[in-house]
């Protein structure tokens, strides 16, 4: 059975791989796995793609070869906080608190519990957070990220080329990237639709096309979501009141493994 942690370890992990204090009210324990497999990384990438759970990528595992790159050796589950939306599990990603604690509900509200990038920055570090104009990071998470573009055109082709760039040209200590296809998708489409097919092979397309870009900079990356989802009538659902949407994936490689394949 594969080993299942809380969205609340994710803060306190990324924590400990940079050599840093975990925020200070964070409350997940630290997932032995990854900092025993991976140990002090100078540089972090986390990309996470919303909506995608265990089930959807158990379902559609022939469209994510590159995510299967990394998978295929190291693979946890990560469940969810309730409730089971974005911005909730952003918040709790980046504090390391659960959602009583940091009670953000919506994108739009001000977030007052200290995240990881704080942490970074006390630490001297640089930090980038990279997402849509309109998403989560963008409007909740960017501001306290010392590289904080976001993409106007509410693509993740821009999103994945900003970041390109970002890792390039400033090298930050850490990064996190926010991919939103497959959850617009779902939303719109549903579950089952051509467009959710082609969702999934463009966020996996976008991560493959990062490798060289992570590797060249030495980053270790982890790759997870923030939930999952269900089909509900003719479209996708995450209320929480299924196990589909709260296990997610969470994988991780350091650059060398990346080298094998990006250069």
């Given at each position: 059975m594969i080993k299942e942690y809380s969205m609340t370890s994710i803060a306190p992990t990324i924590s400990k791989l940079l050599g840093i204090r975990p925020p200070s009210q964070s409350a997940g324990e630290i997932i032995v796995e990854i900092v025993d497999d991976m140990h002090r990384q100078e540089m972090l990438a986390a990309v996470v793609f919303d909506a995608f759970g265990i089930a959807t990528w158990k379902r559609y595992e022939k469209l994510t070869p590159n995510f299967n790159l990394i998978a295929q050796n190291n693979l946890l589950h990560i469940r969810s906080v309730l409730p089971a939306k974005t911005p909730v599990n952003f918040a709790t990603m980046v504090t390391g608190t659960p959602s009583d604690v940091h009670r953000i509900r919506d994108r739009s509200e001000t977030l007052n519990v200290e995240t990881i990038f704080h942490v970074i920055s006390e630490a001297s570090g640089k930090s980038a957070a990279i997402g849509r104009a309109n998403s989560t990071v963008g409007i909740l998470l960017s501001k306290f990220a010392d590289y904080n573009d976001v993409a106007a055109s509410d693509l993740d082709d821009e999103v994945f080329q900003i970041a390109a760039r970002i890792l390039e040209e400033k090298e930050p200590n850490f990064i996190?990237?926010?991919?939103?296809?497959?959850?617009?998708?779902?939303?719109?489409?549903?579950?089952?639709?051509?467009?959710?097919?082609?969702?999934?092979?463009?966020?996996?397309?976008?991560?493959?096309?990062?490798?060289?870009?992570?590797?060249?900079?030495?980053?270790?990356?982890?790759?997870?979501?923030?939930?999952?989802?269900?089909?509900?009538?003719?479209?996708?659902?995450?209320?929480?009141?299924?196990?589909?949407?709260?296990?997610?994936?969470l994988t991780w490689c350091n650059s060398d493994y990346l080298r094998k394949y990006a250069l």
């Open positions: 996190l990237m926010q991919l939103l296809d497959v959850d617009d998708a779902g939303h719109s489409f549903g579950l089952e639709s051509d467009s959710f097919r082609t969702a999934i092979s463009d966020i996996d397309s976008h991560l493959g096309k990062l490798f060289p870009y992570l590797a060249k900079g030495g980053y270790g990356l982890m790759v997870l979501a923030d939930h999952g989802a269900h089909q509900s009538g003719v479209k996708a659902n995450h209320d929480g009141s299924v196990e589909d949407d709260m296990i997610v994936p």
